[in-house]
Nanobody, 115 residues
């Protein structure tokens, strides 16, 4: 089992940057595929970016070229560097860990981008 705690959200102007962190506790972090999702008001939760255990990354079309996901297994942390932020990026961002069919979520961190 793994527990996830996100941090780094906040209010930023359009064009600005934020870096989200997701700190994991528990064993076996190296064996979890990790991802960031987001959910805007009145919208479904959507996948933003994911990174596998061996570092393969994948992004949604809406953030490709602007966001970068990375992981530090020694620190049990996954990051989401967000550049060139847009008002449409405003949402609660959730960290997700998956292993052997088990799915774990953090509590989320709010990102608000003002125009």
């Amino acid at each position: 089992q793994v527990q996830l705690v996100e941090s780094g959200g906040g209010l930023v102007q359009a064009g600005g940057s934020l870096r989200l962190s997701c700190a994991a506790s528990g064993n076996g972090f190296n064996f979890y595929n990790m991802a960031w999702y987001r959910q805007a008001p009145a919208k479904q939760r959507e996948l933003v970016a994911r990174i596998t255990t061996i570092g393969y990354t994948d992004y949604s079309d809406s953030v490709k070229g602007r966001f970068t996901i990375s992981r530090d297994n020694a620190k049990k942390t996954v990051y989401l560097q967000m550049n060139s932020l847009k008002p449409d990026d405003t949402a609660v961002y959730y960290c997700n860990a998956v292993r052997n069919g088990w799915n774990y979520w953090g509590q989320g961190t709010q990102v608000t981008v003002s125009s």
